[in-house]
């Protein structure tokens, strides 16, 4: 479960982060994710259930954001995300073409306790 090893570097992380802005505790985690990536939310969520511990994570909630896949529109221009592997445009029905997204692995931000 590769999952673990993630929670455990953005517990790391968020803990450093509050660490040197003098704040005891974080209160939240938000992580973006590309639909591309293989992390699971439920495990994610599970995984930092169990990475977060005693640290200044202890009590924190984990946001979850997913990023889709960007397609274009070969025909007629129209920037769109890709649902479900369907990569027709939604406005003329023409084939799109990628453009990019789906494989990010972010923390995007943390809150902490004043």
Do not use: K
């Not at 973006?32 to 599970?46: K, P, T």
């Amino acid at each position: 479960m590769h999952e673990l090893s993630i929670a455990m570097s953005l517990v790391e992380m968020a803990t450093e982060r509050a660490r040197r802005a003098g704040s005891p505790r974080v209160t939240r985690l938000n992580l973006r994710v590309g639909v591309l990536r293989s992390v699971e939310d439920e495990a994610m969520r599970m995984a930092f259930e169990a990475a977060r511990g005693d640290s200044s994570c202890r009590d924190a909630e984990l946001c979850i954001e997913r990023i889709p896949i960007r397609g274009r529109c070969g025909a007629c221009g129209v920037e769109y995300g890709v649902q479900q592997d369907r990569w027709d445009c939604p406005v003329c029905g023409a084939e799109g073409e990628l453009l990019e997204g789906g494989d990010e692995l972010e923390l995007a931000s943390i809150e902490i306790e004043d």
